[in-house]
């Protein structure tokens, strides 16, 4: 139930459009921004004269304004001015509005739009069809209503939520940095730049087709893809989305020489995979390490390879089998897959924590939002 000092207002009650025209000259340069989806903020395009913008409409960015790009609106290309933006331009396609009446705080009217009810708004107001054809309306975005707490909560819960952004930036890079640090011990540790203490044995160069067997994901493969969360056998597939989600089938499961890695024998993406699974395509191969060599190491080994991608074809057997990577003794390989391990074990509880933050700023933003849960505001004395 909504506060009774929580007030319904139209939009064009509480923000008014800021148009600031620039007078373009052709010798002078400027710099135009953009927005990005999603709520990812605003981002910065190249430099460029006068003479190339010709008679494109641009405007002079006012700080501490909502802005958003009219054309993918709908998917929440929303953000606020900085400072950061003084001087630079935006086209017409990018109004901005600033507060009215002293009614609203632009970080919270931000926080409001990028819940789903504020991108449930925005669609309501981007009349037509999907893409570029479904545009923010101005009469039909002053029309929108929204309903505000007292300015002086709205500011409260807007600090309250930045400190949870805060928290998220940190996590990210954390995270990036974890990553970063990853791929130097890689390139370090799986071309024998670097020894680890008590290793000095010499490095083969060995075919990939050498180290692995493979394997067709036909006996594997699913028969439905009516997955669930409630069935316990995953489906994947060797591309970015990985898990495809959970199927019942309890036949056909690969179980056996685990871990392997899976291979897209188009795309050339691969993935580790240490527990039973079931597959979705035929284009993947399953391969497995001969006797004697680290399965782990393999996989890293190949993350590392500078291979041009080129035409729709299969490549494992007519391309990347016959790839050669830097190959160490037995023992050399496992200390290097151990260490990798643990690099990857602190990159996954890095994501963990910073899903973790997400979800829960996701569900604060719910409850402070509409009021669900309210925040105490320090009264102040002006006696």
Known sequence: MTPNDWNKRKISEILEKV???VNVMKNEEYREIGIRSHGKGIFYKGKI???LLGNKRV???EP???ILNIVFAWEQAIAKTTQNELGMIASHRFPMYRPKNNLCNVDFILYLFNTKLGKNLLELASPGGAGRNKTLGQSEFDRLEIVLPPLSE???ITEIL???DKAISTAEKLLANSELQKK???QQSLTGKKHFPGFDGVWKKVELGKLLDYQQPTPYLVKSSDYSNEYKVPVLTAGKTFLLGYTNEDFGIFNKNLPVIIFDDFTTASKFVNFPFKAKSSAMKILEAKEGVSIKYIFEAMQILNYPIGGHQRHWISI???LVISLPSSEEQEKIASVLSTADREIELLKQKLCSLKQEKKALMQQLLTGKKRVKVAEINNA
Do not use: D, R, Y
């Open 184 to 186: 130097a011990l890689m």
């Open 59 to 61: 405007f002079h960015i």
């Open 64 to 66: 501490n304004c909502l």
């Open 320 to 322: 990347f089998a016959n």
């Open 154 to 156: 709205q500011i409260k």
């Open 19 to 21: 148009v600031l025209p």
């Open 162 to 164: 930045s400190t949870w």
């Open 49 to 51: 004269t006068g003479k």
